[in-house]
């Protein structure tokens, strides 16, 4: 490829070519065009907002609000570079907008034609104007009703190249959809509603009350009923930080982090640091290629966060994000501990297994004889008539069960502790679940996971109070290090020290490793401490060691617990059931998978076809 020559000279260029480069920060495709003028709306004030599309927003964009509008001297100013009413002083410090940057307007009118009117609450009328191929119309009187009403007609029209990248109409739709949806979680007291090619998508009512009790619905609404059943509510405050909102059980989650709804003073935000906090907080509860799903409220001081960092303001910088990181974390792990022994609501599965048995299972009458049932083997599969011949060949010959007999065997064995959460165990299955009556249903729990989460919760609790076995090296391991990596190493020493790394300096750039943890000891530890230095520089903080150590308690529960196929005694199995109700994360193993199935009466009802 030839190079173009070099031209020393320095021109500066027009003003339609800056704002087409300024546009290319801001305007990415049709979505970046409806965020950015929602974002005005709600600054402005709006209640009601919206959104039409056509051709996925590439023909137009048409946005109405019922805000304060804009006056009529104002009008051209809203369309100028660099110009805003959201920053009534020159302090970008104490930022309390969603907008602010004075470029959005300008930028999408210089890749496309856009049409503006707006009026005022006391105006007798509103005003309009106009930018077609970068010019600018006068402002003009116009009959309109309160707020301000934006189309945008042929976006990038005035830059093929851009558009030429764009999606199909479908996707650039989808994307449209997806930023509606999160700005709408963040302001439940707005109502939304989005139409596409004049079909209505989205009609979301505001909603009233404080925030935590109106945006539940509108989560719902968004998120799916089901989503609902198995969210936790999310609630700690900090000195002046505060964070809310609702996550998922970690027995309820997505394979991608797409349903990760994160906000910081309801602006939504894609932030490394929330996002790394959200998987800490998940670590020994999910595995990691799973996903739980949230919607997290963030609010801080506006002093300390700088929203100033990214031209689509998507990424946020905190001035203490140890703190940041902490109230995650501390948040969502206090919202699932107090939810620990449910596992994720199976109304699905239950609706799933009675369809099944409605429309595809023929449903057949046993006929009760002195000897239990038997299957009428005209109707029945070959497999029923295999288990039932199981059935007799396990009982004692010449014993009869009568119906009362077994009524009698089963009150027999429901003591009291059918009482408990989960309930009193009744029989095993495979040797792998166990099956228990509890007072108003059933629960089947899977003995290998229920057990697996109890070992590792027990090997949490001795490394948490410092119980942790290490192996002393005999030949202390000397690593070279920048001296700048060994202050910032050596400034975690003690917390090092509690999971059983213990270091020194070693005269000038090296440290030595004198002991390490004994569940590591297969591991390499420059290596791991490499990475905890990394991890120091890039968030001040590392989680490292103890989430290996975790991972390695994570595995020898998984080795260490009551296998598959083990047969088991009554007594087993309920002291397995009494554990689980004391021990906190019963409800999922360290995988993320739920322990244990419920069904209510009223669900096994609706399997029998009795509802």
């Known amino acids: 490829m030839t190079m173009q020559p070099f031209n020393p000279s320095i021109r500066v260029l027009p003003n339609h070519l800056v704002n087409q480069i300024a546009a290319g920060e801001v305007v990415e495709r049709p979505a970046s065009v409806v965020k950015e003028l929602i974002e005005n709306a709600l600054d402005a004030g709006a209640t009601n907002i919206a959104i039409r599309l056509e051709g996925g927003g590439i023909r137009r964009i048409h946005i109405s609000d019922n805000g304060r509008g804009i006056d009529a001297p104002s009008l051209p100013l809203a369309l100028t570079r660099h110009a805003t009413s959201k920053l ?338 009744v029989a095993q299955l495979h040797h792998t679940y166990i099956v228990a009556q509890t007072e108003h249903g059933m629960v089947m729990v899977d003995q290998h996971a229920a057990h697996e989460r109890l070992v590792y919760e027990r090997l949490k609790k001795q490394m948490l109070h410092g119980d942790v076995a290490r192996q002393v090296l005999l030949i202390p391991e000397v690593m070279e290090m920048d001296e700048e990596d060994i202050g910032l190493f050596m400034a975690h020493e003690a917390e090092w020290s509690r999971y059983g790394l213990v270091c020194e300096t070693f005269g000038h750039g090296a440290i030595v490793i004198r002991e390490v943890p004994a569940l590591l000891r297969d591991t390499s530890s420059t290596a791991i401490i490499r990475t905890l230095v990394d991890e120091i520089k890039e968030h001040g903080h590392s989680a490292l060691l103890q989430e290996r150590l975790e991972a390695v308690c994570s595995s020898m529960a998984c080795h260490g617990s009551i296998r598959a196929g083990r047969a088991m005694t009554l007594d087993e199995m309920n002291a397995l059931l009494r554990a689980m109700e004391a021990t906190p994360f019963s409800g999922q193993c360290n995988h993320g998978r739920p322990t244990y199935i419920e069904l209510s009466r009223k669900d096994i009802e609706i399997l029998f076809g009795r509802k």
């Open 88 to 425: 009534p002083s020159d302090d970008l410090v104490h930022i309390a907008h969603l907008g602010f940057r004075g470029e959005a307007l300008p930028s999408i009118a210089s890749v496309s034609r856009l049409t503006m009117h707006s009026r005022q609450p006391m105006s007798e009328h509103g005003w309009a104007i106009s930018v077609m191929d970068g010019l600018m119309s006068e402002s003009a009187p116009v009959a309109c009703v309160q707020g301000t009403h934006l189309w945008v007609d042929d976006l990038f029209y005035l830059v093929p190249a851009r558009l030429k990248f764009l999606k199909s109409e479908t996707a650039e739709y989808s994307a449209v959809l997806d930023v509606v949806k999160r700005m709408a979680m963040a302001h439940p007291h707005v109502a939304f509603t989005l139409h596409h090619n004049g079909v209505e998508k989205l009609s979301l009512d505001a909603r009233q009350g404080d925030m935590m009790d109106s945006v539940l619905p509108r989560l719902v609404a968004l998120m799916g009923r089901e989503w609902g059943e198995n969210a936790v509510r999310v609630e700690l405050q900090r000195d002046a930080m505060h964070l809310q909102g609702y996550t998922s059980l970690p027995t309820y989650h997505r394979g991608t982090s797409t349903m990760h709804y994160l906000y910081v003073n309801g602006r939504a935000v894609r932030d490394r640091l929330l996002l790394g906090a959200l998987r800490a907080a998940y670590h020994d509860v999910l595995a990691r290629d799973k996903y739980p799903v949230c919607a997290l409220f963030l609010d801080v001081p506006h002093e300390d966060v700088d929203v100033n960092v990214h031209p689509a303001k998507a990424e946020v910088r905190f001035t203490n994000q140890a703190a940041v990181r902490s109230l995650i974390i501390s948040g969502i792990r206090r919202a699932l501990e107090g939810q620990s022994h449910r596992s994720a609501h199976q109304s699905e599965r239950v609706a799933y297994a009675a369809g099944r048995a409605s429309s595809n299972m023929p449903m057949h009458q046993p006929a009760l004889s002195t000897y239990g049932w038997q299957p009428q083997t005209r109707s029945a599969s070959p497999s029923a008539i295999a288990l039932w011949h199981q059935v007799q060949d396990a009982r004692t010959p010449t014993v009869p069960l009568m119906a009362q007999d077994v009524h009698q065997a089963a009150s027999a064995a429901m003591p009291a502790i059918v009482h408990h959460p989960l309930g009193a165990a």
